[in-house]
């Protein structure tokens, strides 16, 4: 398993897209609603935000890479964001589907932590359902219809970002 000093967890369904994903045989994933709104419409502002902070990883805690594997998950995302993929929080050769899908994703992501122990870490996501509460500081929770389109999250996840870069930092010997 990959492992990273910064980690962020990513969700997609309304972080990089409004929630309402849907998948048709024919059609295939689309976003349902709100009408006018397309897959990842808004990854090229997480690539802005993470642009100053290179070593910053990602692992992909979005229900993607359950029901369609990680590497399906991994190349929707683009090539600058793909390079910073770790991983994701579940492992299909390692959990049990069904016990995964019945933890709540704040338990999922936090079990991931203890595997991966990275220094700082940060969650983008719109599912705040049962966070365990010591670990709610670092999720920055988005409006399922708006993600990270919100000026107000972008401006949490800058805020995060720097506290990141101050934690390495203010760690080196002087």
């Known amino acids: 398993m990959k492992t990273a000093d910064k980690v962020l967890y990513l969700d997609f369904d309304g972080v ?11 059609r295939g ?14 990854m090229h502002i997480l690539e802005e935000l993470l642009s100053p902070y290179p070593h910053v990883a990602i ?9 369609r594997r990680f590497s399906f998950a991994k190349e929707r995302l683009s090539p600058a964001l793909q390079e910073r993929v770790i991983g ?12 995964f899908c019945l933890l709540p994703r ?10 991966r122990s990275p220094k700082v870490w940060l969650a983008i996501d719109d599912d705040a359902r049962d ?14 219809q708006t993600g990270l389109s919100t000026p107000s999250i972008q401006e949490k996840v800058r805020a995060k970002l720097q506290k990141f870069n101050e934690k390495n930092h203010s760690s080196c010997p002087q």
């Open 106 to 115: 704040g338990v999922q992501i936090a079990q991931d932590v203890a595997r």
């Open 16 to 26: 990089l897209h409004p929630e309402d994903v849907w998948w048709h045989p024919k």
């Open 59 to 67: 692992v992909l805690s979005t229900s993607w890479v359950r029901e």
């Open 29 to 42: 994933i689309y976003v349902r609603s709100p009408p006018g709104h397309q897959l990842f419409e808004w």
């Open 88 to 99: 994701a929080t579940f492992h299909h050769e390692f959990m049990r589907r069904e016990n």
């Open 131 to 144: 966070w365990p509460e010591h670990y709610r500081s670092n999720l920055i929770q988005t409006d399922g």
